[in-house]
T-cell receptor
């Protein structure tokens, strides 16, 4: 079990650029979650998928953010255009079912200058 | 909707001393409760979980937590801490009908020699 794999680990970009974060969940896990972690706001749930279908995107901050899960083994979180306030660590997590714990990736540290 | 309050943002403690990290939650429905640990530059890892049954839950690394429904608390304890326990600890809740996991703000445990 390779765990949840996120790429890249670090991303530095300029304001206005498009940013794409990638996640490969654990095989067999039906749920995938995107979280954002900042000092000010802690861990915020942005969106989650069940069987590749977005279930709840109420945490997505604004239309600049979008997430997709084209198949069971891949998800992306895109920010277009990026802004300095988007700087944070973005985590992807997966779980087998509702009462299962979350398995987190090591995160992507995004810096927007 | 659920919410989680971690009452201490930082807890300094000497090595081999006992520690308690406090967590209170609010929810109008039945919940699952979790404690996660985050080491620097890593994702969160599960320490322990309460789904049902015995209110005293034992986890990894010698940690345990007690679910108290009347006080809506789920405090984390360890009788003797090690330097290696220095990390950030997150209490989390999800309702039994859905799959959104909400995290507290975190408690930074600092173990001193």
């Amino acid at each position: 079990d390779a765990g949840v794999i996120q790429s890249p680990r670090h991303e530095v970009t300029e304001m206005g650029q498009e940013v794409t974060l990638r996640c490969k969940p654990i095989s067999g896990h039906d749920y995938l979650f995107w979280y954002r972690q900042t000092m000010m706001r802690g861990l915020e749930l942005l969106i989650y998928f069940n069987n590749n279908v977005p279930i709840d995107d109420s945490g997505m901050p604004e239309d600049r953010f979008s997430a997709k899960m084209p198949n069971a083994s891949f998800s992306t979180l895109k920010i277009q255009p990026s802004e300095p306030r988007d700087s944070a660590v973005y985590f992807c997590a997966s779980s087998r079912q509702g009462d299962s714990p979350l398995h987190f990736g090591n995160g992507t540290r995004l810096t927007v200058t | 909707a659920q919410s989680v309050t971690q009452l201490d943002s930082q807890v300094p403690v000497f090595e081999e001393a006992p520690v308690e990290l406090r967590c209170n939650y609010s929810s109008s429905v039945s919940v699952y409760l979790f404690w996660y640990v985050q080491y620097p530059n890593q994702g969160l890892q599960l320490l322990l979980k309460y789904l049902s049954g015995s209110t005293l839950v034992k986890g990894i690394n010698g940690f345990e937590a007690e679910f108290n429904k009347s006080q809506t608390s789920f405090h984390l304890r360890k009788p003797s801490v090690h330097i290696s326990d220095t990390a950030e600890y997150f209490c989390a809740v999800s309702d039994t009908g859905g799959f959104k996991t909400i995290f507290g703000a975190g408690t930074r445990l600092f173990v001193k020699a």
